[in-house]
């Protein structure tokens, strides 16, 4: 588990029930249900947030992924306590949590990657472990980085390993591990009638203090698919969460390359607009205590309320159209 000092984290346990216990407390507003088995056999948990949660109504819809990277614990407490149940204890009582949930359908993955965290906690000192459980047929070294497995030029351009043990190993394929595999399938799901439903998305990470939007595979600002328009709109939609939570506004690419990435498919594939936080570490790096996980995880509400608020129609937010 985690050590003493930080037990205000959730472990893998201890948010399956604080899920449950949501589900069960707000039986119109929140539903909890299983994308598939990690690895081991855990379920990868998916809440869905509105207003009469039972139907599928005609709202725009939005996605947020957090904990890919097993180490990086704040991105849970993130989905968890300031999406999942800021957004059902605050219906009553905040009007913009209630305007929200009255207009949107909210998807909340609030721990892609259960067995790499439970890993990462299961001597009660970390282990600074970022990749998945799952063995590599033919090397000792386990897992993936399912930020590095997702199939839009997955592989391409450097941006990823091919090397088990490596920490950016890529896996086999595209999807070889099975938590992109069933997440990536959902959202596939979310095609009705020829259309994507889900319109946007935010992966949560730590811990550079970044928002950062498409594309991580190429160090061009504009590709035939993601034109000077999209730019556009990404970049000030982009700015205004990074001016909310005084984040750093910036292309992925401008970090480093990756592919392989989900930011990257949601976009690539769905034209979900999809952008990467990376939350605070500070001096912490990946482990900050956890005296700070309300101030670092409120401190992006702002930046939740605008991706939602926009998930109607993105490029109004430069004078656009959808
Ligand atoms: O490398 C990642 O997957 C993310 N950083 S982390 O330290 N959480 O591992 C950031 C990916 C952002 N995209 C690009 N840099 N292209
Ligand atoms: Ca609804
Ligand atoms: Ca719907
Ligand atoms: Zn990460």
């Excluded at 037990?7 to 407390?25: I, M, P, S, V």
């Excluded at 556009?232 to 292309?251: C, D, H, I, V, W």
């Excluded at 700070?292 to 992006?300: G, K, L, M, P, Y």
């Excluded at 991706?307 to 109004?316: G, S, W």
Aim: glycine share 8%; with cysteine; net charge negative.
């Amino acid at each position: 588990d985690f050590p003493p000092a930080d037990a205000g984290y959730h472990n893998y346990a201890e948010l399956t029930a604080e899920l449950q216990k949501t589900a069960r407390d707000f039986p119109d507003l929140a539903k909890v249900s299983s994308v598939g088995k990690s690895h081991e056999g855990k379920d990868v948990w998916l809440v869905k947030l509105s207003a009469n949660v039972a139907t599928d109504e005609n709202e725009p819809e939005t996605i947020f992924t957090c904990n890919q990277h097993a180490r990086e614990h704040l991105s849970a407490e993130m989905c968890l306590r300031r999406i999942v149940q800021r957004f059902t204890t605050g219906y009553a009582t905040d009007p913009a949590v209630k305007k929200l949930m009255d207009s949107r359908e909210i998807w909340v993955l609030p721990m892609v990657n259960p067995d790499g965290i439970e890993y990462d906690v299961s001597t009660g000192t970390y282990k600074s472990w970022r990749l998945n459980r799952q063995p590599n047929p033919g090397s000792s070294r386990i897992g993936t980085d399912l930020n590095r497995n997702w199939g839009h030029k997955w592989g391409c351009c450097g941006g990823s390993s091919s090397t088990p043990g490596s920490e950016t190993y890529r896996g086999a394929g595209p999807f070889s591990a099975p938590e992109t595999k069933v997440i990536s399938d959902f959202v596939n799901s979310r095609v009705v009638g020829g259309k994507q439903q889900i319109t946007t998305h935010i992966d949560w990470h730590t811990y550079g203090e970044l928002v950062m939007w498409p594309y991580g595979y190429t160090k061009d600002d504009t590709t035939p698919d993601l034109n000077s328009e999209h730019l556009r709109a990404f970049k000030e939609l982009g700015t205004q969460m990074a001016a909310s939570n005084r984040y750093k506004p910036q292309q992925a690419s401008d970090l480093y390359i990756t592919d392989g990435g989900v930011r990257d498919w949601m976009w690539g594939r769905h034209r979900i607009w999809s952008y990467t936080f990376e939350m605070f570490g500070g001096q912490y790096g990946f482990y900050p205590p956890d005296e700070v996980i309300d101030r670092e995880t409120s401190r992006n509400d702002k930046a939740v309320e605008l991706m939602l608020t926009y998930a109607d129609c993105v490029p109004r937010i430069v004078g656009g159209t959808c």
